[in-house]
Each structure stands twice: as C-alpha cells, then as structure tokens.
C-alpha cells in the first residue's frame, strides 16, 4: 500500500531553490511511476517530472527542464524533486502522485506541499 507525504515547501526569491521530498511510508513497486504535478492558483494541474522507480530514470516538463531535477532513494523510499533558478510562475502546490505512466493521473497522490515563489 502506497501512502505518500510531501514536504520541503515554503517561501523563497525569484532565483532561489528549494527540494520537495515525496516519502512513501509503505512500498513502491518496480511497475510504479511517480509524478509531480504542481496546481497554482487558478491553474489547472500541470506535470512537473517523473521517475520510474525500477531504474530511476527521470523525465521532466519542458517548462522546468535544466532547473529542476527528479531522484529517489530506495533506502529511504522517498522521490525527491530539487528546484533551482525558482521563478514566481512556479508558485503553486505541489503533489506526487503514484501510478504506471509518465505525466498521467496515478492512484495515490498525497496532500501537497506550498511553493511560494516571490518577485
């Protein structure tokens, strides 16, 4: 059973950087994938990155390529998402979400975490 709690959100410069952890206090199978998606303020949810947790290997939305980067650990059972070179357009709550495909819907996601990202 999948069960899954963000954190690392908070307030920070145009230019800053903050990590998100996504801990999964049960177990990730080799078939899963975990997305993050990220919901701003009178946004629909947009993709943000995924990674398979099989091999590790990452993908990311063109809108935040080459600023932030996707990794997990196996030990720790947690996906984490860095985020660098921040800009105001990223501010939003931020969710990963377990499922078997890149950038779609899965079936367990967890409560959010909140970017704010000032100018």
């Known amino acids: 059973q999948v069960q899954l709690t963000e954190s690392g959100g908070g307030l920070v410069q145009t230019g800053g950087s903050l990590r998100l952890a996504c801990a999964n206090s049960?177990?990730?199978?080799?078939?899963?994938?975990i997305n993050w998606f990220r919901q701003g303020p009178g946004k629909t949810p947009e993709y943000v990155a995924a990674i398979r947790w099989s091999n590790g290997r990452a993908y990311s939305a063109d809108v935040v390529k080459e600023r932030f980067t996707i990794s997990r650990d196996r030990g720790e059972n947690t996906v984490y998402l860095q985020m660098n070179n921040l800009k105001p357009e990223d501010t939003g709550v931020y969710y990963c979400d377990v499922g078997i495909n890149i950038g779609e819907r899965g079936f367990s996601r967890g409560q959010g975490t909140q970017v704010t990202v000032s100018s």
């Open positions: 049960g177990r990730f199978y080799s078939s899963h994938v």
